[in-house]
């Protein structure tokens, strides 16, 4: 065993040169690769998750635009049932029906001058009882609303043929299509 402090100091200076002397840590090339790497993984990953995130959206649109062309189709036939069975109790014209009923609802007791209308610019589908608007619209991108009877050629006037599309760009189109007839009729 070598006592010597010299010897002990020139240990210590060979060890701190060989640690100064060895090339550790990454040089700016490999840095460089690795930035750009993450990059574009990070680009791929935003645009994966830009798609999904759009779909999503765009099948909330639809289903929104879908439950709203339903709702209104529901509500129209459900009234139309009650309609009144004289043939000047309805008033067909263009994109409305007009007609009485020969009963109320509780919440909504009017009978006469139920109006359904789809107005042609603002494309939104609403309600009228007695001159009175609804609050809101049934429906709105509501671009085709038609009402018809006797679609099968066989005279029956009192078969009231309902015809409703709704068209919201990315949405899509959809069609709802449905025959009432009033129950007091023969």
């Given at each position: 065993?070598?006592?010597?402090?010299?010897?002990r100091l020139l240990a210590e200076k060979k060890i701190w040169q060989g640690r100064l002397n060895r090339r550790e840590g990454f040089t700016l090339l490999e840095l460089v690769l690795v930035i750009v790497m993450v990059a574009i993984m990070g680009t791929f990953s935003i645009q994966y998750l830009w798609t999904f995130t759009k779909a999503a959206a765009d099948i909330s649109?639809?289903?929104e635009m879908v439950d709203q062309l339903t709702l209104s189709m529901e509500w129209l036939t459900r009234e139309l049932?009650?309609?009144?069975?004289?043939?000047?109790?309805?008033?067909i014209a263009g994109n409305r029906i007009t007609f009485d009923k020969t009963s109320g609802y509780v919440l909504?007791?009017?009978t006469s001058?139920?109006?359904?209308?789809?107005?042609?610019?603002?494309?939104?589908?609403?309600?009228?009882?007695?001159?009175?608007?609804t609050q809101d619209d049934l429906a709105r991108n509501v671009t085709a609303f038609a009402v018809s009877t006797d679609a099968n050629g066989i005279g029956?006037?009192?078969?009231?043929?309902?015809?409703?599309?709704?068209?919201?760009?990315?949405?899509g189109t959809f069609t709802l299509t449905s025959s009432v007839r009033p129950r007091d009729c023969p």
């Open positions: 065993m070598n006592l010597n402090p010299n010897s649109a639809r289903q049932r009650l309609a009144d069975c004289t043939p000047i109790s309805w008033v909504d007791p009017g001058n139920i109006r359904y209308r789809r107005f042609g610019a603002s494309q939104r589908f609403r309600r009228r009882r007695g001159g009175v608007a029956d006037t009192t078969l009231l043929n309902i015809t409703m599309t709704a068209s919201n760009g990315d949405a």
